[in-house]
């Protein structure tokens, strides 16, 4: 059984920082691409951050320079270290891990709320 499991989100300042985890279980974690989405109130789901099987990296326009994904494949833990937060990155922040190689597979974390208010 697949889960993703994320922690680490929570209440902060304005200018703050958070770090957010995913451990993966029942997946082969060093083939999937792994990324981060969110999805704030009123507003559809959108891609935060992704990085590849060979540690390629892409972010949204909105995150760059701010938040760095990372993983660890021994871990089976993907990361979203996130810096210099503003209200607008409040959002539910999911966990994603995506097989591209035949056959594909598409799975979700449950989701962690960040909140970014003074």
């Known amino acids: 059984q697949v889960q993703l499991v994320e922690s680490g989100g929570g209440l902060v300042q304005p200018g703050g920082s958070l770090t957010l985890s995913c451990a993966a279980s029942g997946i082969i974690f060093s083939i999937y691409t792994m990324g981060w989405y969110r999805q704030a109130p009123g507003k559809q789901r959108e891609l935060v951050a992704e990085i590849s099987t060979n540690g390629n990296t892409n972010y949204a326009d909105s995150v760059k320079g701010r938040f760095t994904i990372s993983r660890d494949n021994a871990k089976n833990t993907v990361y979203l270290k996130m810096n210099s937060l503003k209200p607008e990155d409040t959002a539910v922040y999911y966990c994603?891990?995506?097989?591209?190689?035949?056959?594909?597979?598409?799975?979700w974390g449950q989701g962690t709320q960040v909140t970014v208010s003074s």
């Open positions: 994603n891990a995506q097989k591209i190689v035949f056959p594909t597979r598409n799975y």
